[in-house]
Structure formats: C-alpha cells, structure tokens
C-alpha cells in the first residue's frame, strides 16, 4: 500500500527531474525561435504511420529537451 507522503515525493522527484530535462518555454528570453530537427531512418518492413510518428516525436524531443553544452 503507498501512503501520501511516498505518492508525493515520488511526484516532487518526477517534477524536479523534469524541470531539469525539459526547457521552460520557446522561445527562450531574448533567444530565436528553436525549431525541432527530425532525424529518423525509416524502416521499410514498418508501416507508414510509424515512420511519421517517430519523426513527429524526434522533432518534437529535439525542440524540447536541452541540449548539452558544446
């Protein structure tokens, strides 16, 4: 059985790892528009709709998430 206490904390860690991951808004103050880059092969064998999914979502994470620092 899971108390309060243990589905708050697991709920504050989940945020805190996720606001570290994920930037705030697009654009960043006083930064350009961020535009997603899609890279994703398609695989023959699979449908169509996969491939489309899988480069929405690429683009989508690339736009998103933070970059490591070059």
Do not use: H, M, W
């Not at 709709?49 to 929405?56: G, H, P, T, V």
Request: a positive charge.
């Amino acid at each position: 059985k899971r108390t309060d206490n243990t589905t708050a904390l697991k709920e504050q860690v989940t945020s805190i790892i996720a606001n570290i991951i994920i930037l705030d808004s697009n654009p960043l103050k006083r930064k350009d528009v961020r535009e997603g880059v899609i890279d994703y092969k398609r695989d023959p064998e699979r449908f169509i709709l996969n491939y489309c999914a899988k480069s929405i979502l690429s683009g989508i994470k690339s736009s998103i998430v933070k970059s490591p620092k070059k």
